[in-house]
């Protein structure tokens, strides 16, 4: 057998939620093949999932839903010969991607993944396979709420010596890949020379949630929720003028990096992100305030922005729930999608997380 594959109708591999999926198996071989069966499995499932470590015992947590779950048999054998002519072969098949199905994610603590399963069921032999992964990436309108559109600010105060004021403002909430965001900042301390640079970037937060398989007596029987973080730094001011009054005001357009929509629909994975500006300091044992405020990362762009308003101070502890995500809208230009895929930080890991990143879709 030369060629057996599964190919889609896209490129990229990468597809928007409510999307209708054209794909089929290739067959080729010079060769009589011996088959009983031509099948593919079509997956799509977030999960959570790791191990609770409590002295001597491992607790097992874990969650899963399906998004899709299709199965067909493309091809089965007529007779009692099982066997296939040489010859190159296309078996067609398609399937639905719901309009609610989140967007990949990888990590330590649970994943979200979609992937194609074809199989070649040989008798008294072991059957063959192929696998392919796929990329989704849901409609997420940030027009779907007026709170995306307004100004949002926060202010951080420092109790520590010497004291220091850290004030962050951006023109509204919610922004698309590509799009940039004007971050001004005010630091005020009375001893601002300590500072020797000002990180600014974009922190992407996931949150997984799980139940334990086989609670003990003494072991919590309520679910656990895990958290992982990634930083992209995107800009550092290592020089800036100093006021009469010891403070310094900033301000710097931070171009958004393509990445997938914020997501809190699937009951135990979030997704969500804030812009953070990080103050370093020639302190050897402390380090300067790190400021973090919630943006929404969408699919649609806002049409415009609410400048009238005042801005929004936003707490520690507030989160900010992303849209719900819709079907596709006719409103939306095809024709300025794009397709990325990301890649790891190190080009040497040999984890299987690292052989497939997703790619997913902007406008």
Known sequence: MQV?????????NAYFGNTIVNSCVILRSNKEIKVRSIAVSIRGKAEASWVQNRGKRHDKYQTFLLYIKEDFTLW???????????????FPFQFFIPHDAPPNI?????????WIDANLDIPWGFDKSVKLEFSVCPF?????ESRFAIPVMKHVQTTSNPLKNVTIKIPKMGYVY??????????????ISSITYVEMGIQRIWEFTAECLEPYIFTPTEPMTKIASKKYPLHRISSFPIEKNYSVTLFHSLCLPPLPPSYDY???????YSVFVKLHTKAKFSSGPTVCLPIVIGTI??????????????GDDDYIHPPIPTSITSEFNFENVQFWEE?????????DIYVWQPKSVFS
């Not at 057996?4 to 990229?12: A, N, R």
């Not at 089965?76 to 296309?90: I, V």
């Not at 699937?266 to 969500?272: D, H, L, R, S, T």
């Open 76 to 90: 089965k054998c007529p007779d009692t010969s099982n066997k296939l002519p040489p010859g190159e072969y296309q």
């Open 301 to 314: 762009p806002l049409k415009e922005m609410l400048t009238e308003v005042g801005p929004c101070v936003i």
């Open 140 to 144: 997420v309108d940030l027009n779907a």
């Open 266 to 272: 699937c009951g135990f994975i979030k997704v969500y």
């Open 178 to 191: 590509g799009e940039s965001i004007p971050l001004y900042v005010e630091i005020g301390s009375n001893l």
């Open 106 to 114: 990888y990590s330590d603590y649970g994943n979200i993944r979609y």
């Open 4 to 12: 057996f594959s599964i190919l889609l109708d896209s490129d990229s």
């Open 343 to 351: 890649k790891s930080l190190t080009d040497s890991e040999a984890d």
